[in-house]
């Protein structure tokens, strides 16, 4: 499972805006159909685990694992 701080780099690299920084950071980014699309992203060191990085992938981040892997 990845860590938060390569879901924080993911967002920066896929060009993903940093709108507000407090015990985390939260991203968002327009997709090519006009929606916004929103995460966010915790400043702990840990791991994002089973269930709860399913859901980042495919409810905020709108990509597979394999893509998310292929950008960090």
Do not use: A
């Not at 879901?7 to 015990?23: I, P, S």
């Not at 702990?44 to 709108?62: A, F, M, T, Y």
């Amino acid at each position: 499972m990845p860590r938060w701080k390569e879901l924080k780099r993911f967002c920066e690299r896929e060009g993903w805006e940093l709108y507000k920084e407090t015990d985390h950071y939260f991203y968002r980014k327009t997709d090519h159909e006009g929606n916004v699309l929103r995460t966010k992203v915790s400043k702990g060191s840990g791991e994002i685990h089973g269930r709860l990085w399913q859901e980042i992938l495919k409810k905020q981040l709108h990509v597979t694992q394999e893509y998310f892997n292929s950008r960090i």
